[in-house]
């Protein structure tokens, strides 16, 4: 039952941090949620979006981030 508590605990820390990072690259003006191939489409009483183009930038990032910190783990 520890480990679960431990994963939930680092689970909720991490999304706490992807909360703040939004927050900081909402007042630094970053256009997440508003890059090219985020799709939109708004009806008269229904409103459909996917961040397709902000989905592609962060797993990019992440991907980058991931792969310089496996190879100081070697």
Partial sequence: ????????LA????????GAVVLIAGRFGLPLGRLPGDFAYR???VA???PL??????SV???VILY?????RR
């Fill in 53 to 58: 183009g902000t989905c592609i930038l962060i």
């Fill in 43 to 45: 009806g008269k009483r």
């Fill in 61 to 63: 990032v992440l991907t």
């Fill in 68 to 72: 310089i910190l496996s190879i100081f």
């Fill in 48 to 50: 459909f979006y996917f």
């Fill in 1 to 8: 039952m520890n480990e679960l508590g431990k994963v939930l």
């Fill in 11 to 18: 689970l909720g820390l991490l999304i706490a941090l992807a």
